[in-house]
């Protein structure tokens, strides 16, 4: 649960982290290392989203994680204002993205990198989800208890590190 509860905070970061090092498309500092670094973010909040979203046999799969599994799913698919087969359309595009240009870079010519808002509203949902209705053991003292506030949190220290 503790590991869950990790994937959820380091994708939310990166995400965050990455958008703001990007102003309407585009890097706000391109040179190698900025360039680098930003694109890092992304790559490594895909791969912690299809940890948690798409690989199904992995130990932080939901679907491996939550007892009320219907639930869950239900409330997830509202929360995004999507269908199954939606979710399930989204999920393969994260794993595009994942198999094609992150952990094996194939023979597309171009990037592709999905619109993550609604990875970063599932993620949000799961580890809400999980804080609330999985944590007999207290495994999050030390865990923010609202992502959205830590969301924020990382975009204003990005902010300050992107314009130094």
């Known amino acids: ?12 970061r990166n995400l965050a982290f990455y958008r703001e090092g990007m102003e309407d498309g585009k890097l706000i500092r391109d ?34 994680i ?6 869950f799913e239900l409330d997830l698919l509202t929360t995004l204002s999507i269908d199954r087969n939606e979710f399930d359309s989204y999920s ?27 990875a970063l509203e599932s993620v949000m949902y799961y580890y809400h989800y999980v804080y609330l209705h999985e944590n007999e053991e207290n495994n999050y003292p030390d865990f923010p208890k609202d ?13 300050s590190e992107y314009k130094t």
């Open 1 to 12: 649960m503790r590991r869950v509860a990790l994937l959820c905070v380091h994708f939310t």
């Open 31 to 64: 040179n190698p290392f900025w360039r680098t670094v930003n694109f890092n973010f992304f790559d490594q909040s895909i791969l912690e989203w299809c940890k948690l979203f798409a690989d199904k046999k992995g130990k932080h799969y939901w679907e491996n």
């Open 66 to 71: 939550v007892r009320n599994k219907s639930d």
């Open 92 to 118: 393969d595009e994260m794993r595009k993205c994942r198999d094609k240009f992150i952990a094996h870079l194939d023979s597309e010519m171009e990037d592709y990198r999905p619109f993550m808002d609604k």
């Open 147 to 159: 992502l959205r506030v830590f969301y924020k949190d990382c975009q204003k220290l990005a902010k």
